[in-house]
T-cell receptor
Framework: AQSVAQPEDQVNVAEGNPLTVKCTYSVSGNPYLFWYVQYPNRGLQFLLKYITGDNLVKGSYGFEAEFNKSQTSFHLKKPSALVSDSALYFCAVRDLGGGADGLTFGKGTHLIIQP | NAGVTQTPKFQVLKTGQSMTLQCAQDMNHNSMYWYRQDPGMGLRLIYYSASEGTTDKGEVPNGYNVSRLNKREFSLRLESAAPSQTSVYFC??????????FGPGTRLLVL
């Protein structure tokens, strides 16, 4: 079975500082990995994905994520945080090895950017 | 191009009542999904449909049924609602392995 762990319920960062939201995963085969963002009372918005290729993936709104196979991690990063980045962030995985076609999500991390 | 649309946006039911949540996508995607989101638990897959005419159970299918009416539409039915089904329901579509795109959600309260 596949699983995703987001070890931090909340991350606090000062505006202008770099941010990292952590994600680790477990799959039996090769993973497809995704990051989504959710603003209050809204649906999930796709930020970026890793399927194959370069370990550093660039996505929307200046976000990027680094795939590390040996550490089974896919941490979300941004060099300089904005107050508008404050939201709920979800990491998700799909196992290429089979099983349900849907994504398995982490529990989410609240990112709070302080002015 | 509306993406993924869901109706209704909000619904209150009494225990034992039934209802159908509607979802439609205009991106010509083959795969569609229903998730529920509960506080502190992320999103959990209820059912999915890999193509028109097929449906499969996800992680939490009990108490739900689905219908893939055509390529565009995928509905979720609660035959006899229970308070444990109070949640926010999201529909999504995709063309695997690309990303899933989500609708705005339906907030359901079962009293």
């Amino acid at each position: 079975a596949q699983s995703v762990a987001q070890p931090e319920d909340q991350v606090n960062v000062a505006e202008g500082n770099p941010l990292t939201v952590k994600c680790t995963y477990s799959v039996s085969g090769n993973p497809y990995l995704f990051w989504y963002v959710q603003y209050p009372n809204r649906g999930l918005q796709f930020l970026l994905k890793y399927i194959t290729g370069d370990n550093l993936v660039k996505g929307s709104y200046g976000f990027e994520a680094e795939f590390n196979k040996s550490q089974t991690s896919f941490h979300l990063k941004k060099p300089s945080a904005l107050v508008s980045d404050s939201a709920l962030y979800f990491c998700a995985v799909r196992d290429l090895g089979g099983g349900a076609d849907g994504l398995t999500f982490g529990k989410g991390t609240h990112l709070i950017i302080q002015p | 191009n509306a993406g993924v649309t869901q109706t209704p946006k909000f619904q209150v039911l009494k225990t034992g009542q039934s209802m159908t949540l509607q979802c439609a996508q205009d991106m010509n995607h083959n795969s569609m999904y229903w998730y529920r989101q509960d506080p502190g638990m992320g999103l959990r897959l209820i059912y999915y449909s890999a193509s028109e005419g097929t449906t499969d159970k996800g992680e939490v299918p009990n108490g739900y049924n689905v219908s893939r009416l055509n390529k565009r539409e995928f509905s979720l039915r609660l035959e006899s609602a229970a308070p444990s089904q109070t949640s926010v329901y999201f529909c999504a579509s995709s063309e695997p392995p690309s990303a899933q795109y989500f609708g705005p959600g339906t907030r359901l309260l079962v009293l």
